[in-house]
């Protein structure tokens, strides 16, 4: 059964059969079992998981969306729940959960596998689930004799891009990866309807592009996404220009290291999710991430504003 829908209406349901056989199940990556924790209690009323790189940020969404929710206050400290691992965190604010995934689909598969896998014991019904990354942007005016005079595509760095297609490295809709030894291709599906809804909760006043976009997804920061600057390079700065030129012709909006994976794994799984990403360079212009720390931090809520409007639409609070 690979449809999407397929978790909708009862509680969730995992393309494993060797799960109905397993008594316990230990969720390695966040220190939690299924004989340690009363999974249910915890979870069951789970209807949204935001999952992101970095420990921090998820820790302070977490605050950030409870707060909005109005089911944290100002000061109070919500506990890591993933406590008795060091790998991943994890936060509850009533219907969301947030956690962190590190960098790439190899660790962000892990945590995946874990999240869903928690809900399906916890008896939760109805999860979104959404990425919520920072990426780098591709959308300035540029001339190219090869690409016509002029292409202006304006993704200015703190755009918020929401993916409304991603490809992987080699720039196909599929998700590439390595079952008993061989290749296998999963393919890339991802919720138009959803990714609409997410980015038509933007607002005029709002101070930043929200785009819906192509997503080139990449197994690598440095000489996977085309930069000069890692510790080995075969390519020139020419390359670079026209591969990133590349890109922007055939409308990739943002790169980042996550979404081929996630769009693939829980369309596998039949969850719905979506990719909101905040741009933090132009690679048009650049490959380095310079702006200074308080401004990344400024960019980086922008996403999590979006996705809180969005959440709270959906449980019908007032926005
Ligand atoms: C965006 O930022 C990280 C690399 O710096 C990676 O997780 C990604 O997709």
């Not at 919520?132 to 891009?161: D, E, L, N, Q, R």
Request: proline fraction near 3%; include cysteine; charge should be negative.
């Amino acid at each position: 059964m690979e449809n999407e829908n397929r978790n909708a209406q009862k509680g969730m349901q995992l393309p494993n059969p060797h799960l109905a056989q397993m008594t316990d199940d230990n969720l390695y990556h966040f220190g939690i079992s299924r004989t340690s924790h009363d999974l249910p209690a915890l979870f069951g009323d789970v209807k949204f998981v935001c999952i992101g790189g970095s420990a921090r940020r998820m820790e302070n969404f977490a605050h950030y969306i409870g707060n909005e929710l109005g089911v944290v206050s100002e000061n109070e400290r919500l506990p890591n729940l993933a406590g008795n691992s060091d790998r991943f965190v994890l936060y509850k604010a009533g219907p969301v959960l947030s956690a962190n995934h590190g960098i790439g689909v190899p660790s962000m598969s892990v945590a995946l596998h874990e999240l869903l896998k928690m809900l399906y014991y916890a008896g939760s019904r109805d999860v979104t689930f959404i990425r919520i990354g920072t990426c780098g942007g591709i959308g300035k005016s540029f001339s190219h004799a090869m690409y016509g005079t002029c292409v202006s595509t304006g993704v200015p760095p703190g755009s918020v891009i929401v993916s409304n297609a991603a490809v992987n490295g080699k720039m196909e809709h599929a998700f590439e990866t390595v079952v008993l030894a061989k290749g296998i291709h999963r393919p890339i599906i991802v919720d138009q309807e959803l990714a609409s809804e997410i980015s038509s909760c933007s607002r005029t006043e709002d101070p930043f592009k929200i785009i819906l976009g192509k997503t080139y997804c990449t197994d690598d920061f440095y000489e996977g996404q085309a930069r000069t600057h890692g510790a080995v390079c075969d390519i020139s700065e020419e390359d670079e220009l026209q591969f990133v030129k590349h890109l922007n012709s055939q409308g990739v909006k943002n790169i980042e290291m996550e979404s081929a994976g996630f769009f693939a794994l829980c369309h596998k799984a039949g969850v719905k999710c979506s990719v909101v990403c905040v741009t933090f360079i132009d690679r048009l212009s650049t490959e380095d991430v310079t702006a200074d720390a308080d401004v990344l931090s400024e960019w980086t809520q922008r996403p999590q504003v979006l996705v809180a409007r969005f959440i709270k639409k959906r449980l019908v609070i007032s926005v």
